[in-house]
């Protein structure tokens, strides 16, 4: 079994490239331009056979040359380097874009110029200027035409690295005129200053450039989930904090409450030679208490706000001003109830103890 697939199967040529100069030379050509394969077989004693993609094949354009190659068409093919290939003769002509290696593209005959059914398959490398096709090498002798030995070298040592996929990959696709034209209008520059290279170098940038979007996605949507959970756990520590703040509330609700009872105390009066004690206002024991009650239940609390330091600099502002104004308040009031008992003692005249 071949190792790569030819127009015609099994393989068969009736006339190689470049014999029968004086016949061809009336086409001012200095030899056959190409390969004549054989169609006709016991299966197909007419010469009816399927012409098979060798390689994945776009469709270039096709036409009818009555005194020449009769039914013919011609893809565009990209390996090391661009091809057009013709082929000559058909019968019928599949319509289609894209082709890839063994699939059907036409049937073969004996149209045009032939003295009997076969294949002529010929090959030329070529260029892209301004989304057109330009022949290499025209003046050779055969209008550019190589044997087909080498396009088919090319197969071979492609299909031993790199198998054809049914893709628009640059590797594998032809540049049209409107790519040109994208390109140009990117760039702003003229089209006729791209080649193929340029095209396919230009796709590569765009598929590395889509890579790394989808790269920079994926860490962002890690980057999201990181801060949901930190934000759970900003709930989460908020939620205790409030129940920190709620127990010291009880606390100092309960010291008020103690307060009142020192309050509702009837007045004892003092022995004699004794100080003399008011009974009814707070005593600075009592603020004391107050002030300590109050540090104690605010010394965790702090220490919780200052945890939510390293979540979030907003917390952090509240923590500070939360706890310089529970301080305040604190301090407030101990100010005033001593300034009161004073007030009181001075009314009464008793500032001796």
């Not at 917390?315 to 706890?323: D, F, M, N, P, Q």
Request: glycine share 8%; aromatic share 8%.
């Amino acid at each position: 079994m071949a190792d790569i697939t030819r127009p015609i199967e099994p393989f068969e040529l009736t006339q190689v490239f470049g014999v029968n100069p004086k016949t061809y030379a009336r086409l001012d050509m200095d030899g056959h331009n190409g390969w004549d394969f054989k169609t006709k077989f016991p299966d197909t004693p007419e010469g009816f056979r399927n012409i098979w993609a060798s390689w994945l094949s776009q469709f270039y354009r096709r036409g009818f040359d009555k005194n020449g190659y009769g039914n013919f068409f011609e893809v565009l093919i990209q390996l090391k380097n661009t091809w057009k290939l013709t082929y000559a003769h058909c019968k019928s002509i599949e319509t289609f874009a894209m082709k890839n290696e063994g699939e059907s593209m036409a049937i073969s005959d004996n149209t045009g110029f032939s003295t009997g059914s076969h294949l002529h398959l010929t090959t030329k490398r070529i260029k892209m200027v301004r989304g057109k096709v330009v022949v290499l090498d025209h003046g050779n002798g055969y209008f550019g035409a190589v044997n087909p030995q080498e396009f088919f070298d090319e197969v071979r040592e492609a299909k031993h690295n790199i198998k054809p996929e049914p893709s628009m990959d640059p590797l594998n696709y032809v540049p049209t005129k409107k790519d040109y034209e994208r390109l140009a209008v990117w760039h702003k520059k003229p089209t006729e200053s791209w080649t193929v290279e340029d095209i396919i170098r230009e796709w590569r940038v765009e598929k590395e450039q889509q890579e790394q979007l989808n790269i920079d996605l994926e860490t962002a949507g890690g980057l999201v989930i990181d801060a949901q959970k930190k934000a759970l756990g900003l709930q989460g520590k908020v939620t205790d904090l409030t129940g920190k703040n709620t127990g010291l509330t009880g606390k100092v609700k309960d010291l008020k409450e103690e307060i009142k009872k020192l309050k509702a105390r009837p007045k004892a009066k003092p022995e004699s030679g004794e100080g003399v004690h008011i009974v009814g206002k707070p005593s600075l024991e009592a603020l004391k208490e107050l002030l300590r009650v109050l540090l104690v239940g605010l010394l965790p609390v702090a220490v919780s706000y200052l945890e939510l330091v390293k979540l979030d600099n907003e917390v952090l502002v509240a923590a500070v001003v939360g706890v310089v104004g529970v301080l305040k308040a604190v301090d407030k009031y101990v100010h005033k109830k001593g300034k009161e008992l004073n007030s009181e003692m001075l009314t009464k005249g008793l500032t001796r103890f």
